[in-house]
């Protein structure tokens, strides 16, 4: 079965900085990764997706995320962290012979000013 | 930008009273979903929806859940009897087409309470 797992409820990091929100997978067969962000009181947006190709890739609002296939990780990084980078980011998989995204349990960023 | 749409943004109910979640997916898409996020929780799926009946249903989409494609723009879940643990973030989602490789757009939820 397809999972992910992020190991830090909390990321804190300082504007300007840069971030890395941490996630790792596992899957039978070809990985296809994802990641959204939650804004309060918001919906889930995407950011970026790795279907295959270039281990790194580029999203939407700066986000870029690196797969390393060894490591079996999908780490969600920015070069310059904003205070409106601050929310709730969720790492997921689509499953494959199946409809559902399977998202990880979220990891909150918090950018202070 | 095309997006997921869903009413009302937030509902409150009293336990057993049915309830009616709406969602207009973006217009070009095939696949529709449902998901649920209870406070402080995972997002935890609970239904696939393509051409006109469900694909796939978590162990979640029990009998007291429906969904249905009324017209040719709104995906509705329907609650028959809401009970307190029902109280949650729903979101809808839809997709250009079912594959793995494809991302799903969510709209902002709707959440619900049930009192």
């Known amino acids: 079965a397809q999972s992910v797992a992020q190991p830090e409820d909390q990321v804190n990091v300082a504007e300007g900085n840069p971030l890395t929100v941490k996630c790792t997978y596992s899957v039978s067969g070809n990985p296809y990764l994802f990641w959204y962000v939650q804004y309060p009181n918001r919906g889930l947006q995407f950011l970026l997706k790795y279907i295959t190709g270039d281990n790194l890739v580029k999203g939407s609002y700066g986000f870029e995320a690196e797969f390393n296939k060894s490591q079996t990780s999908f780490h969600l990084k920015k070069p310059s962290a904003l205070v409106s980078d601050s929310a709730l980011y969720f790492c997921a998989v689509r499953e494959t012979g199946g409809f559902k995204t399977i998202f990880g349990a979220g990891t909150r960023l918090f950018v202070k000013a | 930008e095309p997006e997921v749409t869903q009413t009302p943004s937030h509902q409150v109910t009293q336990m057993g009273q049915e309830v009616i979640l709406r969602c207009v997916p973006i217009?070009?898409?095939?696949?529709f979903y449902w998901y649920r996020q209870i406070l402080g929780q995972k997002v935890e799926f609970l239904v696939s929806f393509y051409n006109n009946e469900i694909s796939e249903k978590s162990e979640i989409f029990d009998d007291q859940f429906s969904v249905e494609r009324p017209d040719g723009s709104n995906f509705t879940l329907k609650i028959r009897s809401t009970k307190l643990e029902d109280s949650a973030m729903y979101f809808c989602?839809?997709?250009?087409?079912?594959?793995?490789?494809?991302?799903?757009?969510f709209g902002q939820g709707t959440r619900l309470t049930v009192v």
């Open positions: 989602a839809s997709s250009e087409r079912g594959g793995p490789n494809t991302e799903a757009f």
């Open positions: 217009s070009n898409h095939l696949y």
